[in-house]
């Protein structure tokens, strides 16, 4: 896969014409894809018709939730028609008290799209120059800052989407050209007057699952980056252990036919070399976290197509209330905005991760211990006998991996079963679909730094077993792809080999960072 920030000459994508992939999502969010929104005049005339119904009902007294009665419990006030249009003004300020961290840029810009894609559909009863709104500001990369900490994950994304929800309005700040300032300052730069919302614009841009599905995207390709990649380093491993590569034969797992657990057990194939096995082996059968690699990894292999699914249908969806079907001439209440299939992704997405984290953090641990390393040096010191004694190698690398994965093995506590009654029991069953997705980010973010380190020693480690010319007890003749070879090769050219014990955070934060941005082409 590409670096996530390399330059390349951007792309273009029509919403309102086609759906939206979880790619899709990404490449526009990183910057390397631009929209534009559908100009056909039946489209243009379908998301019209939206507000042109809301307008006679208006003109009717009509009753439409969070138009002309009030959010949530507050749904039985009704709203004297004076006050109407100030209601989302009001809906976004108060909506205003999002806390701790504010999301990436990228993720940042990767909600103002989500939400902008359910827009699109046309069944929110939202005005075309809003749609546009959100389209310049994507183009121009006008983004708002966006605390990630608040929402319950229905009654959707509130609190953090009223930021975008804000943006528009000229309120709060928000970034351009890498500069944080006023919103309000962004619009004069640009040469924008700051949207007057319409009644139903603030709920339409506020009640949905923008912000959960914008991150599912991000944690969905880093998780599948990390089936690759922990894949290639259990290889490595098993090289440096002087392993038992039989494990994988082709045979034994046509007798379990997972497909992704085959998956990953024909690409250890293709990386160990491995053909028809020897009738007899020196090493009859290898610890479980290299000999059921393909059994852990398999498990999140074989469920990403199921939550590819989840994903991209909430992302392609109308998931804000009440929908507003302009050709129908209907209103319909109901309850779109609720993440539950999102919350179901991410707590069984961050349960797999955490489950490679820890099979990384036991290979390694295999490889330092000189009790059941095959012959490798204590630790995986690179240092001469004579200076063996003061040198530590990888020692307290292996006790911070421990670390990492304790903290990422803790944080498997699915989030969507900690509903809480909120809203005066308005919203007495909520999805916490936006806390199980940071929970999966801070998993793979944790797993992503185990991978790092496990790369580091696992390439030292094959080096050291090269440099000392045995394989153990084993005479077989180990050959290997070239693939693997030039994977060893690609980060010695960025990693000096640990001969003299030295500080290895430097090391540790640009190959995580690597991983994170997925800079290797594994497998086809």
């Known amino acids: 896969m590409p670096d996530r920030n390399a330059v390349e000459a951007p792309g273009l994508f029509t919403l309102g014409a086609d759906l939206l992939s979880i790619?899709?999502?990404?490449?526009?969010?990183?910057?390397?894809?631009?929209?534009?929104?559908?100009?056909?005049?039946?489209?243009?005339?379908?998301?019209?018709?939206?507000?042109?119904?809301?307008?006679?009902?208006?003109?009717?007294?009509?009753?439409?939730?969070?138009?002309?009665?009030?959010?949530?419990?507050?749904?039985?006030?009704?709203?004297?028609?004076?006050?109407?249009?100030?209601?989302?003004?009001?809906?976004?300020?108060?909506?205003?008290?999002?806390?701790?961290?504010?999301?990436?840029?990228?993720?940042?810009?990767?909600?103002?799209?989500?939400?902008?894609?359910?827009?699109?559909?046309?069944?929110s009863g939202v005005s075309w120059e809003l749609l546009e709104r959100l389209e310049t500001f994507l183009n121009a990369d006008v983004v708002p800052l966006i605390p990630e900490e608040g929402s319950v994950g229905a009654s959707g994304d509130l609190t953090p989407l009223s930021y975008v929800a804000a943006l528009l309005v000229g309120e709060r700040d928000a970034v351009y050209r890498d500069e944080t300032c006023p919103a309000v300052d962004i619009h004069r730069q640009l040469g924008l007057t700051p949207l007057k919302l319409r009644p139903k614009e603030g709920l339409a841009?506020?009640?949905?699952?923008?912000?959960?599905?914008?991150?599912?995207?991000?944690?969905?390709?880093?998780?599948?980056?990390?089936?690759?990649?922990?894949?290639?380093?259990?290889?490595?491993?098993?090289?440096?252990?002087?392993?038992?590569?039989?494990?994988?034969?082709?045979?034994?797992?046509?007798?379990?036919?997972?497909?992704?657990?085959?998956?990953?057990?024909?690409?250890?194939?293709?990386?160990?070399d491995v053909g028809d096995p020897p009738r007899n082996s020196d090493r009859l059968q290898d610890r479980y976290s290299i000999r059921c690699a393909p059994h852990v990894v398999g498990v999140l292999r074989d469920?990403?197509?199921?939550?590819?699914?989840?994903?991209?249908?909430?992302?392609?969806?109308?998931?804000?209330?009440?929908?507003?079907?302009?050709?129908?001439?209907?209103?319909?209440?109901?309850?779109?905005?609720?993440?539950?299939?999102?919350?179901?992704?991410?707590?069984?997405?961050?349960?797999?991760?955490?489950?490679?984290?820890d099979l990384m953090d036991r290979q390694l641990a295999l490889l330092v211990d000189n009790k059941f390393n095959n012959g490798l040096p204590a630790n995986l010191s690179g240092a001469t006998v004579e200076r063996s004694a003061i040198n530590h190698g990888f020692k307290a690398v292996q006790i911070a991996v421990s670390a990492w994965t304790a903290e990422a093995l803790k944080q498997t506590m699915p989030a969507s079963v900690f509903s809480r009654s909120t809203e005066c029991h308005n919203q007495d069953k909520v999805s916490m679909g936006t806390i199980a997705a940071r929970d999966c980010l801070r998993v793979l973010e944790l797993t992503e730094q185990v991978a790092a380190a496990h790369m580091l020693a696992t390439v030292q480690a094959v080096a050291l077993r090269q440099r000392s010319g045995t394989e153990s007890d084993s005479t077989e003749p180990r050959n290997t792809s070239e693939e693997l070879a030039q994977f060893s090769e690609s980060v010695l050219t960025d990693f000096a080999l640990l001969e003299e014990d030295r500080p290895l955070e430097a090391d540790l934060r640009r190959f995580a960072d690597s991983i994170r941005n997925r800079r290797w082409a594994l497998y086809e």
């Not at 894949?231 to 992704?260: C, I, M, Q, W």
């Open 205 to 272: 841009l506020m009640n949905g699952t923008a912000v959960m599905t914008a991150l599912a995207c991000d944690a969905y390709a880093r998780a599948e980056y990390l089936t690759r990649l922990c894949t290639r380093l259990t290889a490595l491993a098993s090289v440096a252990l002087a392993g038992n590569r039989y494990h994988f034969d082709e045979r034994l797992f046509e007798l379990k036919p997972h497909p992704g657990q085959a998956k990953i057990a024909g690409w250890l194939r293709q990386d160990l």
């Open 23 to 123: 790619e899709n999502v990404l490449s526009i969010a990183y910057g390397r894809m631009q929209i534009q929104i559908n100009r056909d005049p039946d489209y243009v005339r379908h998301i019209r018709s939206g507000t042109a119904f809301l307008d006679r009902l208006l003109e009717e007294d009509g009753v439409i939730y969070g138009v002309t009665t009030g959010y949530g419990d507050s749904c039985t006030v009704d709203i004297p028609r004076d006050l109407v249009e100030e209601l989302p003004l009001h809906l976004l300020r108060f909506h205003g008290c999002g806390m701790g961290a504010y999301l990436p840029h990228d993720m940042a810009r990767a909600v103002m799209l989500v939400r902008l894609v359910s827009l699109t559909k046309g069944y």
């Open 303 to 357: 469920s990403l197509p199921w939550m590819r699914g989840f994903i991209e249908t909430e992302l392609n969806s109308t998931n804000d209330n009440p929908v507003i079907d302009g050709a129908g001439e209907r209103v319909l209440h109901g309850g779109h905005f609720y993440g539950g299939h999102i919350a179901f992704v991410m707590d069984g997405m961050k349960n797999c991760v955490a489950n490679l984290a």
